[in-house]
């Protein structure tokens, strides 16, 4: 139980990954409090969570409200005295597969202004309350494009780029006053929901896109929801007390080599 006696609030819980969060630290010990746009997904989330025991409050807060925000936190601090993590998970509208030259300046420029402004809505309204308890942990999430050249993503490859400087700029702010700022990249995690939808409609396009993003990676496999939830865990509890400022990489080694020149089965 290496969150007892936290509070989490997540971002987005209803969506599959930030439902996954959600869940690995409510099995993990901590209280968490699931917030979304719209309940019934959340809902979901905290049922699953409440079947296995754990603790679990739900309300409707939109990740680009400030003043929804910062109410929901202090609904949390009255209530349980503390905010120690926040996860901010929403899902953002994204225009890809289109080459930067072809793009519309409207469909570059939106997912870059909305991801800045949701992550910077909820790290500095939970960065103020942690600040004046003297702790917290502030987690982000970004993808591949964060640390590689990636082709047709838009402007989802520059708002990765701008969520990992924001997570280093935050973290350099306030740990002085015990906070720690983390982010996290995922490689892509098949088994979300992003990834079955579309393998639902384009089932053979996507076994050779997985294939593909799965010879990218060192260890021929991509992460799944799990990984980046026990990851999530364990960057939120007291092993992690000395960890941040950094994005920790868990797209099994893609940023970091020509990976698909390396046969699955190695060299021998």
Not at 110 to 128: D, E, S
Not at 130 to 151: D, R, W
Not at 196 to 221: C, F, G, Q, W, Y
């Amino acid at each position: 139980m290496t969150l007892q006696n936290k509070n989490a609030v997540i971002y987005g819980a209803g969506g599959s990954l930030g439902g996954a969060v959600a869940k690995a630290f409510a099995g993990a010990g901590a209280k968490v409090f699931l917030t979304g746009r719209h309940l019934s997904s959340v809902q979901k989330t905290a049922d699953e969570i409440l079947a296995f025991g754990g603790k679990v409050e739900v309300d409707q807060v939109d990740a680009l409200d400030e003043k929804a925000i910062n109410a929901h936190l202090e609904k949390i601090v009255q209530k349980a005295g503390t905010v120690d993590i926040s996860f901010n998970a929403i899902d953002i509208a994204v225009v890809m597969n289109i080459p930067l030259v072809d793009m519309k300046v409207d469909d570059f420029v939106n997912p870059i202004t909305v991801t800045m402004q949701t992550r910077f809505l909820t790290a500095v309204a939970a960065g103020k309350v942690m600040t004046k308890q003297g702790s917290g942990v502030i987690l982000s999430l970004t993808a591949t494009p964060g640390g590689i050249g990636y082709p047709l993503n838009g402007g989802f490859a520059p708002a990765c780029c701008a969520v990992e400087s924001f997570s280093r700029n935050l973290a350099v702010e306030l740990g002085a006053y015990g906070v720690r700022v983390i982010n996290i990249r995922s490689g892509g995690s098949p088994d979300s929901g992003v990834f079955k939808n579309a393998i639902d409609s384009a089932p053979d396009e996507m076994e050779h896109v997985i294939r593909m993003m799965e010879d990218d990676t060192m260890l021929k496999k991509l992460p799944m929801m799990a990984d980046i939830a026990n990851t999530a865990v364990f960057l939120s509890s007291d092993m992690a007390g000395k960890i941040t400022g950094v994005t920790i990489d868990v797209t099994a080694g893609t940023t970091a080599g020509l990976n698909y020149r390396v046969p699955r089965t190695g060299f021998k």
